[in-house]
């Protein structure tokens, strides 16, 4: 039985489908798009970067900037009157040895010498804003030399009708084996100290915020007065009001309610309309106002309420009548903070809110307290305390840590400065 051949057409086996080459396929291209993405991202991010520290460097070099005076006569220290405050220096017979530290950081130190408070300026470490035009050639002072020329002028002791702390003299130390050279600037030594002294002296006279208003508010009033004239006739913002840099002059006396009070450290005195008022580091960073003259201002009440709550026995009822705003004083703390004020006359304008507003004495009747206390703070909390002094300190200093840190000022690059 014979078999017949039958021809069948040739086909090529259907290749299996695999699903291994889409998923490569696949994660490539996403690979390849979350690349596309980190590299944008990065050079966003650089590009941001760069843009911080371009500003930053410019806001620290615009705040380390001169301080301009009003006329020339204030705007430069003539060679003639460096030298002969340098010569009265060098006849007094100050040691080293003898002096004796009371503070002090980085870029200088402050000692005390008899009745001479001795402030040293480390020419390599400390901003130096001002310069000396001297016959050589020009030379880095600090600007609180100039400055507390103009306001306080050079004195050995403070005049009673003073409002500023006057100069005794400064000179340029050279360098020694042991110690770098460094600016001195000397001023007279005030026994009372600085108001954050006596805030805590009056403390155990169990004085109420009532009769420390009483007592101590034409002080104010006297100083809301010299801060007007100091950004009317001088043109100049002190830019550095608190506690510690206001002084007393005379001992605190029960029978005295007018005590004299000063205002010093000049070191960042500029002029109104310098251009680091409008910086990102006074204004957004620090929650500066860009008109200097409302940043005194305000600052200044703000120092004087801080004073009394330190210096007063019962800080609980001195929290509730502050945000009660039914004292005389927290309602003068509040008209400041809150109000509308114009900046060429906001001292004058806070002065005469002060003097229309009198300060109530521990014998009249006490307003009734109310809304002064939240939930939080009757279930024990402290935060009526707290929210009372963070509100007191919003805006009292100025910061620049963003800005170091942005503006790479240590690495060596520094702090920028410009020229003489």
Same mark, same amino acid.
């Given at each position: 039985?014979?078999?017949?051949?039958?021809?069948?057409?040739?086909?090529?086996?259907?290749?299996?489908?695999?699903?291994?080459?889409?998923?490569?396929?696949?994660?490539?291209?996403?690979?390849?798009?979350?690349?596309?993405?980190?590299?944008?991202?990065?050079?966003?991010?650089?590009?941001?970067?760069?843009?911080?520290?371009?500003?930053?460097?410019?806001?620290?070099?615009?705040?380390?900037?001169?301080?301009?005076?009003?006329?020339?006569?204030?705007?430069?220290?003539?060679?003639?009157?460096?030298? @002969?405050?340098?010569?009265?220096?060098?006849?007094?017979?100050?040691?080293?040895?003898?002096?004796?530290?009371?503070?002090?950081?980085?870029?200088?130190?402050?000692?005390?010498?008899?009745?001479?408070?001795?402030?040293?300026?480390?020419?390599?470490?400390?901003?130096?804003?001002?310069?000396?035009?001297?016959?050589?050639?020009?030379?880095?002072?600090?600007?609180?030399?100039?400055?507390?020329?103009?306001?306080?002028?050079?004195?050995?002791?403070?005049?009673?009708?003073?409002?500023?702390?006057?100069?005794?003299?400064?000179?340029?130390?050279? @360098?020694?084996?042991?110690?770098?050279?460094?600016?001195?600037?000397?001023?007279?030594?005030?026994?009372?100290?600085?108001?954050?002294?006596?805030?805590?002296?009056?403390?155990s006279e169990n004085l109420?915020?009532?009769?420390?208003?009483?007592?101590?508010?034409?002080?104010?009033?006297?100083?809301?007065?010299?801060?007007?004239?100091?950004?009317?006739?001088?043109?100049?913002?002190?830019?550095?009001?608190?506690?510690?840099?206001?002084?007393?002059?005379?001992?605190?006396?029960?029978?005295?309610?007018?005590?004299?009070?000063?205002?010093?450290?000049?070191?960042?005195?500029?002029?109104?309309?310098?251009?680091?008022?409008?910086?990102?580091?006074?204004?957004?960073?620090?929650?500066?106002?860009?008109?200097?003259?409302?940043?005194?201002?305000?600052?200044?009440?703000?120092?004087?309420?801080?004073?009394?709550?330190?210096?007063?026995?019962?800080?609980?009822?001195?929290?509730?009548?502050?945000?009660?705003?039914?004292?005389?004083?927290?309602?003068?703390?509040?008209?400041?903070?809150?109000g509308a004020r114009l900046?060429?006359?906001?001292?004058?304008?806070?002065?005469?809110?002060?003097?229309?507003?009198?300060?109530?004495?521990?014998?009249?009747?006490?307003?009734?307290?109310?809304?002064?206390?939240?939930?939080?703070?009757?279930?024990?909390?402290?935060?009526? @305390?707290?929210?009372?002094?963070?509100?007191?300190?919003?805006?009292?200093?100025?910061?620049?840590?963003?800005?170091?840190?942005?503006?790479?000022?240590?690495?060596?690059?520094?702090?920028?400065?410009?020229?003489?």
């Amino acid at each position: 039985m014979g078999f017949e051949e039958t021809a069948y057409p040739y086909t090529k086996p259907a290749r299996r489908s695999s699903w291994r080459p889409e998923v490569k396929q696949f994660s490539q291209r996403r690979f390849r798009f979350l690349l596309r993405c980190t590299v944008a991202a990065a050079v966003t991010g650089i590009l941001f970067l760069v843009a911080l520290h371009r500003q930053y460097r410019h806001d620290l070099q615009e705040k380390y900037s001169a301080t301009i005076f009003s006329n020339d006569s204030e705007r430069r220290i003539h060679r003639s009157e460096w030298e @002969a405050s340098a010569g009265s220096l060098a006849e007094r017979p100050i040691q080293r040895e003898e002096w004796k530290r009371i503070g002090g950081g980085w870029e200088g130190e402050i000692f005390l010498y008899e009745d001479t408070v001795i402030k040293t300026f480390v020419t390599t470490r400390s901003p130096l804003r001002n310069c000396l035009d001297s016959s050589s050639s020009p030379t880095r002072i600090p600007t609180e030399i100039p400055a507390t020329l103009v306001l306080g002028g050079l004195q050995d002791e403070v005049a009673e009708d003073a409002d500023f702390l006057p100069l005794k003299g400064y000179l340029l130390a050279p @360098a020694t084996e042991t110690e770098p050279a460094s600016w001195l600037v000397l001023t007279p030594y005030l026994p009372s100290g600085n108001l954050q002294n006596v805030a805590m002296r009056l403390r155990s006279e169990n004085l109420n915020h009532r009769d420390l208003d009483a007592r101590f508010r034409p002080s104010l009033n006297r100083l809301l007065g010299a801060l007007a004239r100091m950004h009317g006739e001088h043109g100049l913002c002190h830019d550095d009001i608190k506690l510690s840099n206001v002084f007393v002059t005379d001992y605190l006396d029960a029978t005295v309610s007018d005590t004299h009070w000063v205002l010093a450290d000049f070191g960042n005195v500029r002029e109104v309309t310098h251009p680091y008022h409008s910086s990102v580091i006074c204004t957004r960073d620090s929650e500066q106002n860009a008109d200097c003259r409302i940043n005194d201002a305000v600052r200044l009440i703000k120092t004087y309420v801080t004073f009394l709550r330190l210096a007063s026995i019962d800080t609980v009822s001195f929290d509730s009548a502050f945000w009660a705003e039914i004292e005389p004083w927290s309602e003068l703390y509040w008209s400041a903070v809150k109000g509308a004020r114009l900046g060429s006359g906001a001292a004058e304008s806070f002065q005469d809110n002060s003097l229309s507003i009198a300060p109530i004495r521990s014998g009249e009747p006490t307003p009734q307290v109310e809304g002064a206390w939240s939930l939080g703070c009757l279930l024990g909390l402290p935060c009526l @305390a707290q929210r009372t002094e963070e509100e007191m300190e919003r805006g009292m200093f100025v910061t620049e840590d963003k800005a170091r840190l942005f503006g790479a000022t240590g690495t060596l690059l520094g702090v920028p400065t410009g020229e003489c």
